[in-house]
Every structure is written in C-alpha cells, then in structure tokens.
C-alpha cells in the first residue's frame, strides 16, 4: 500500500491520545471551523441508534474487511472488542484528519511514509480525564472506564517520540486552531 501518497500541500493530521483527552471534539472543531475533511474509518460493530452509515463509520461485514484486506486496499487495521476497526486508503488520500489509536497509527506511517502524517498527540491531567470519563458515560461501567483508563497507560507509552507535537489539551478549541495554525505553516 506504499502507493497511497498525499498530494503535494497536503497534510494529514492524525490525532492520538488516551481516551477523554478531547480527540473527537478537536477532530470536530478542526472539520467544522477550520474545513478539515474527516477520514471516515470502518467498522464491523453494529451501529448505534443514534449513528449514521457513511457519516460516524462506514458499517461493514467480517467479509467485507476481509476482502479489503486482500486487496490491499487498507492502511490500517485494527481489532478492538472483536470488531474490526479500519481505514482505506481512498479515505485517507480524500480526507485530512482522523481520531486514530497507537496501533493505527504505527500502520499509517508504514503504509503511508512517516512524511505524510502529522502526529498530535493529545494529554489531558490523568485525575481531571477520569472524572471526564466517569461523568461522560452513558452507562454506569465504572469497571470499563477504569480498564480503558488503565489500557491507555501502556498504550501510550512513547507516543511523545512518535509524535510532532504534544498539546495538553485543556481547551479545545485553543487546541484545534493551534493545530490548524501549524498545518498552514506547514503546507
């Protein structure tokens, strides 16, 4: 897949960070305000009832997935919960930003060239993030928010080396204009 290249002037912005540090929030500001496409993963889970095919995911089949896969059409794949979670490269090439985790990641950049990717790496106050978590919720699986707080520990380990920039992100929309500031600069 080492075909798929951006175009020149063109940088694609992959957001990483510990769950409750505002990715999706900044990835909707950076879309909203700023005019940054969103890449549009795709998923095997079922669909929510408030989520819409096309818009939060493209919801697929295992043998969807699959198909892709052989076909090369992926750059990245990633297996969270039993369900496949992926992104073509049709969607990255068409789009500028995407909420992706550690492992995505790392298979973006090898599939892609670390020279196509602008890694930002999101924080947030360990305290101050799980209380978001725990407040933010729509269940009471107090037990979930934990295992997932505690999984983001090892799972972000060295992500300040692998990325750009690391912004604290305790505001924002700060945040996504100064993200957006440096990919003008680096465009």
């Known amino acids: 897949m ?3 290249m951006k175009q020149d002037n ?3 912005v992959a957001l990483v960070g510990a769950s409750a540090t505002g990715k999706s929030t900044v990835e909707r500001i950076l879309q909203d305000v700023h005019g940054m496409k969103r890449a549009i993963s795709c998923t095997t889970r079922p669909k929510r009832h408030y989520e819409q095919d096309g818009v939060d995911y493209y919801f697929v089949t295992n043998e969807e997935v699959e198909e892709m896969s052989q076909e090369g059409l992926l750059v990245e794949r990633t297996l969270f919960n039993n ?3 992926c992104l073509t490269g049709a969607e990255f090439e068409d789009s500028d930003v995407v909420v992706i985790e550690p492992n995505g ?9 670390r020279e196509n990717v602008f890694v ?5 106050p360990d ?7 725990l407040v933010a919720r729509d269940d009471d699986n107090v037990e979930e928010v934990i295992r997932r707080f505690k999984a983001d520990q090892q799972d972000m380990k060295g992500m300040e080396q692998v990325a750009d920039v690391v912004i604290n992100n305790h505001d924002s ?15």
């Open 105 to 113: 990641l790392r298979q973006i950049i090898e599939n892609v060239g």
């Open 173 to 187: 929309n700060k945040t996504a204009n100064l993200i957006n500031a440096m990919v003008q600069v680096l465009k």
């Open 83 to 85: 369900w496949s979670y």
């Open 127 to 133: 305290k101050e993030r799980l209380i978001r978590s």
């Open 120 to 124: 930002v790496y999101l924080t947030y």
């Open 10 to 12: 063109k940088i694609f």
């Open 2 to 4: 080492n075909e798929v």
